[in-house]
Structures are given as C-alpha cells and as structure tokens.
C-alpha cells in the first residue's frame, strides 16, 4: 500500500522561503511519478512541480510561471521509498494555497495531468502574508 507522508507547510512573510516535502513509502519506486499540486480557496486545483523517478537519475518539472523560485528534487531511498523536495523562495501572497503531494506507479500523460495520479497526500497549508 502506497504511503504519501507531507511536511513542511506553514505561515511565513512575502519574500520567505519554505520547504515542502512528501515521502513515499511501500512501493517500488522505479518508473513512478511524484508531483506537489496546490489549489487556493475558489480556484483549481494547479500542478506545481513533479519528478519522474525511472531509477538512479530522475527528471524534474516545474510549471512554468513558478521557475525560478520554485526548484523540486527528490531522493530515492532504496526500491520501495522516495521523497521529494519543493523548494520555495521569495513567497508571495499569491502562493497562498493548500499543497498536496501525488504519486502513481502508472505515468500515461503530461506530468500536470492529475487524473492519473492514484495516491493522493492529506494536503499541507501554505500561507503567505504581505
């Protein structure tokens, strides 16, 4: 049974930096996906970053308006865990959104496709001041 455990949300001032991150547990990671996605009261629900894990190396994504503040990685910890990392820095307002981690072990489409994310994390708060 795949496990999503997130940390790292919290309230911080415009311009802070935060680190988010989600670990995967109880499946074999390889040639599986790992994604943060957030979503603010009224709007839907964003892909944010994701990692393609397909064994010692892996790929990264971040949606293009957040790149440059936004960095993900991710480290494999053996065949059945992973965690990835959400590297946030000057935080605005507008970042202000719960943040839910996202797995699957089946990739089909484009990264920021959700419907094919089976496992789903509680969700992490993120707030931003100004």
């Known amino acids: 049974q795949l496990q999503l455990v997130e940390s790292g949300g919290d309230s911080v001032q415009s311009g802070g930096s935060l680190t988010l991150s989600c670990t995967a547990s109880?499946?074999?990671?390889?040639?599986?996906?790992m994604a943060w996605f957030r979503q603010a009261p009224g709007k839907d629900r964003e892909g944010v970053a994701a990692v393609l894990l397909p064994g010692t190396r892996y790929t990264t994504y971040v949606i293009e308006h957040l790149q440059g503040r936004f960095r993900a990685s991710a480290l494999a910890q053996g065949d059945t865990r992973a965690t990835m990392y959400l590297q946030m820095d000057n935080l605005e307002p507008d970042d202000t959104a719960m943040y839910y981690c996202?797995?699957?072990?089946?990739?089909?489409?484009?990264?920021?496709?959700?419907?094919?994310?089976?496992?789903w994390g509680q969700g992490t708060q993120v707030t931003v001041s100004s």
């Open positions: 996202a797995a699957t072990t089946s990739v089909r489409t484009i990264w920021t496709d959700r419907s094919q994310y089976t496992y």
């Open positions: 109880g499946y074999t990671v390889r040639h599986s996906m």
